[in-house]
Structure formats: structure tokens, C-alpha cells
């Protein structure tokens, strides 16, 4: 009998473990939901161009390991094949066409990548001056609860005061 009781009194503690359980993981999706994607400056959730966005896909494909070890790779086979040639070399040993190549790629890359860092680093830039303006208000509002916390307990002293009036209040 005891036993059941026992049992009884677990599952209902269960049942409400559960309900907080459940709140506590909506709070938290909640929370997740709206910490990262609402917190961003104005000016950051404006549509990109068409240019922006492919000087971003370039900068982040161009800085990849499968880039490089893809280029790395096309360059083997191309050397490989003029040098093993006999007859019919497009580009033979100083590998001219291929150095044309090689440099044609950097200066195309070189500017696309550095509009993408640029924009980057004014992205960095604004983030970082409103993460500041937001840390400035949140100070202000702290320095403001600290006063009124302040003045409650100079509150809290003269209601004891008046309570138990042998008390002498310390003067801080």
C-alpha cells in the first residue's frame, strides 16, 4: 500500500516534470529562434546584389581546400601531358600558356576577393559600432537599477527605523 503511494505520488511528479520540461524546451527554441536572427543592424539585412553575392561565392570558393587541390590537380595533368608529348604539345616545357593562365586567374581573383573583404570589413565595422551603442544603453539601464536598488534599501533602513526605533541605521 505504501508502495503505491509511493508509485502514485512519483508518476504525478513525473507528469509535472514533463509540463516543465516542455516549457522550459519552448523557451529555449524560443530563445535560440530570436537571439541570432533579430539582433542584426538594419543596414545588414539589406538584399545583396548580383555582384555582392558572387564576389562572396568567389572569396569562399576560391579560399577552399578543394579549389586549391583542384588547381593544384589541373596544373599536374596539364604538365604531365605537354611534357609527355611527342608530337603534338600545345604548350611545351616553359609552359607559357599555362604561367597566361596562372596570371589571368590571380588578376581576376585578386580584386573580386578584396570587394568581398572590403564588405566584409564594413559588415565588421557596423557590428561592431552598434554591438557598442547596445552595450552603452545596457550600462545606462544597469547604473539606473543600481540607483533604484539603492534607494529601496535606504527605504528598507527608515521603514526599520520607524519598526524598531532602538536601532541606530549605519551610516555607509
Same mark, same amino acid.
Given at each position: ?7 502514485? =505520488? ?17 523557451? @529555449? ?13 538594419? %543596414? ?10 558572387? !564576389?562572396?561565392?568567389? !572569396? ?21 601531358? =605537354?611534357?609527355?608529348?611527342? +608530337? ?24 573580386? %576577393? ?25 550600462? @545606462? ?15 528598507? +533602513?527608515? %521603514? ?9 541605521? +549605519?551610516?555607509?
Amino acid at each position: 500500500m505504501i508502495k503505491k503511494k509511493m508509485e502514485n =505520488n512519483t508518476s504525478k511528479g513525473n507528469h509535472n516534470n514533463d509540463n516543465n520540461k516542455g516549457i522550459y524546451y519552448k523557451l @529555449r527554441q524560443t530563445i535560440r529562434k530570436n537571439t541570432l536572427k533579430n539582433h542584426r543592424h538594419p %543596414i545588414l539585412k539589406a538584399e545583396l546584389t548580383l555582384g555582392q553575392r558572387s !564576389a562572396d561565392w568567389v !572569396a569562399k570558393w576560391a579560399g577552399s581546400w578543394v579549389f586549391i587541390i583542384g588547381l593544384l590537380s589541373i596544373m599536374a595533368v596539364w604538365m604531365v601531358m =605537354n611534357f609527355l608529348m611527342i +608530337k603534338y604539345k600545345w604548350d611545351p616545357y616553359p609552359f607559357i600558356l599555362l604561367n597566361f593562365v596562372l596570371s589571368t586567374l590571380a588578376a581576376l581573383q585578386a580584386p573580386v %576577393i578584396l570587394m568581398s573583404q572590403n564588405r566584409q570589413t564594413e559588415r565588421d565595422r557596423i557590428n561592431a559600432k552598434y554591438d557598442y551603442q547596445v552595450n552603452r544603453k545596457a550600462e @545606462r539601464e544597469i547604473q539606473n537599477v543600481q540607483k533604484d536598488l539603492n534607494h529601496i534599501k535606504v527605504l528598507i +533602513k527608515k %521603514i526599520d527605523c520607524v519598526r524598531y526605533p532602538t536601532k541606530i541605521p +549605519k551610516k555607509e
